[in-house]
């Protein structure tokens, strides 16, 4: 009886920690693809209002984007841990590989914000427009290799 019940807690506590990996990805993704398409409407913008939407920018990095990145991963990690994945699956390996771009996409899209918020961008909007395509693109190829290649294996 004992065992069953240790099971049933164990088997909770995967289901909690799938239920908030999820959670603090699509927070993650949602203010980053947020964060991505301000950086190109910031140019666009007059020097005053581009240092205001900067500055609110930066705070939706700080409070929301970064911490919910983190909790993200820090659930993905555990789950690793926990549920038995096959770790040579191709599904498993592009997850991974544009999990690890995301990353990359989010620490750059910080770096750009705290580049902005001293100064003024004279700078076009295009490139700022393609690395929000490329964030999505990346998310994307995240989703497919989850609900697309993971079910086919």
């Not at 088997?11 to 909690?16: E, N, T």
């Not at 690793?80 to 899209?109: P, Q, R, S, Y």
């Amino acid at each position: 009886m004992k065992i069953k019940q240790g099971l049933s807690y164990f088997f909770l506590m995967i289901a909690i920690l799938k239920l908030l990996h999820v959670f603090f990805v699509f927070l993650w993704m949602g203010s980053l693809l947020l964060l991505t398409r301000f950086l190109g409407y910031l140019p666009k913008e007059t020097p005053s209002v581009q240092l205001r939407l900067a500055k609110i920018c930066r705070r939706v990095y700080v409070l929301v984007d970064f911490p919910s990145m983190l909790l993200a991963l820090t659930c993905g990690i555990l789950l690793l841990f926990l549920k038995e994945i096959n770790f040579k699956a191709g599904w498993f390996h592009m997850k991974m590989t544009f999990t690890l771009l995301l990353i990359a996409c989010d620490l750059v899209c910080g770096w750009q914000l705290a580049k902005r918020g001293h100064k003024p961008s004279t700078a076009t909007a295009l490139p700022y427009q393609i690395f929000h395509g490329i964030t999505a693109l990346c998310f994307l190829a995240v989703l497919v290799s989850i609900y697309i290649l993971k079910i086919r294996v």
